[in-house]
């Protein structure tokens, strides 16, 4: 699988249960040690030097989850110190209430709604400005709103030159917020283009045409190439 | 990815400002856990008074081996109960993994942990020492209080070897938890008869050089250095095979993640 990233662009990627999307994003982020290949972020070599690769890219785990006995001030605190960025008490807050989670300083990550666990998750990938960031399913389980809302908060990001790797399984989402898609499946990549491209390449595949009801979209375009068996 | 540079350089966090910010981290999830707390102080004061009111206390071996024996409960608590149960529910939880996608090297996030477990276990070990000059009327001098945190290092070394093997080898948070207690019959209770032939001379050599024997030995041997004989050196070369031989079994076979 080759796929290249530009500046100030978010890169979808998409494919089934299984497909190898969290597998892909966890090499880049050095959870998983890749036998082959190669993974570049901006000119640093992330498998020859790993730890300034992770310091020029910021995360966001599928289930995340923070030490249970800290408040979200003091996981603020401790992930700025990990990435260098110690902050005072009142840029901490700050910064929580920029994100409206200026009332929530004090609780723990537990006791939080999903958005607003997802919310500090987003702020924790980005406290030290990352060129690069990883979201594995940053809109899984929200709801509407809240998943609105943390398109916009993504959409910042590209706005002010981050680059986005996501992962989803909401067709929805990569139309809206991604520049560009990958489809993968079984560990290879099968298709990338803008989603409007994906679906003018793709629209006279006859396993597309097979799944598609009327005007063909992203998602037929999905089935079409991964195929409707379900998968676990 | 892309070959250009995509956004200026990011600096790189400095190692002492990571440890910091962990140990801080880690050092706030102690002492907020109360269970920890209580784990920590509790056992080993309830034992010494135990040993030092009991009828047949003596016949363990007396005020000094009462003092190593509760002091080697407390720092076994606090490793195979304390340390493997936070490292098996944050690995469950997910929470290394987080820590590991950080430019925090990983053998620096075990390290703070490990080194608040050996706090733990000496502000344990002078507040048991405290008790032991009231209790056991157990005093000692300046040189032998030293060498006797020295031995409780030591001897921690021992039971966090244990506890990493533990949550290498073992992967479920509820299984680590069961084996960790069961696990305290040969490796720590063992050792209360390290000093004692109320069981016969062959049950004495058994319990003498199990780990919670060795390290007992060790800590007594540690608070009278006047006394210190070959037997302190073999329990001492004896606790450190036994933390070579489980550290190594816990590092070589440690996941970071259950998944």
Known sequence: MSLEINEGEIFGLLGPNGAGKTTTLSAVEGLVRSDSGSIRIGDIDARANPIAAKARMGVQLQSTSFQSDLTIREIVRLYAGLYGVPLARAAIDELLADVHLGEEASKRFGQLSGGQQKRVSLLIATIHSPPLVLLDEPTAGLDPQARRQLWDRIERLRDIGRSILLTTHSMEEAQAVCHRVAIIDRGKLLTVDTPAGLIEKHKDDPRVRRVAHGQVTLEDVFIGLTGSELRD | ?259
Request: avoid cysteine; hydrophobic fraction near 55%; proline fraction near 5%.
């Open chain 2, 1 to 259: 990815m892309s070959n250009q540079p995509i956004a200026p350089p990011v600096h790189l966090p400095r190692l002492s400002g990571i440890l910091r910010a962990l140990l801080q981290a880690d050092l706030t999830v102690q002492l907020r856990n109360g269970r920890a707390l209580l784990l920590t102080f509790f056992p080993p004061l309830a034992v010494l008074y135990g040993l030092s009111t009991a009828k047949r206390g003596a016949q363990l071996g007396g005020p000094i081996v009462n003092v190593a024996l509760a002091l080697t409960l407390g720092i076994a608590l606090i490793a195979i109960l304390g340390y493997t149960a936070s490292v098996a529910r944050d690995r469950e939880l997910g929470v290394f993994q987080r820590l590991r996608v950080t430019p925090a090297p990983t053998w620096t996030i075990m390290v703070s942990r490990l080194a608040l477990q050996i706090l733990s276990m000496l502000a344990m070990s002078v507040v048991v020492l405290a008790a032991a000059a009231v209790v056991e009327k157990v005093t000692l001098d300046p040189t032998a209080y030293l060498l006797t945190l020295l031995a409780v290092i030591f001897s921690s070394a021992v039971f966090l070897g244990v506890g990493q093997a533990l949550v290498g080898l073992i992967r479920s948070v509820d299984t680590v938890n069961a084996v960790g207690r069961l696990s305290f019959l040969p490796l720590v209770a063992l050792g209360l008869f390290a000093h004692s032939t109320i069981f016969g001379t062959t049950f004495e050599t058994i319990a003498r050089w199990s780990p919670g024997g060795a390290v007992a030995s060790l800590l007594s041997g540690a608070m009278q250095p006047t006394a210190w004989s070959a037997d302190t050196w073999w329990a001492l070369l004896a606790s450190v095979l036994y933390s070579v031989v489980f550290a190594g079994v816990g590092i070589r076979w440690f996941q970071w993640s259950t998944r």
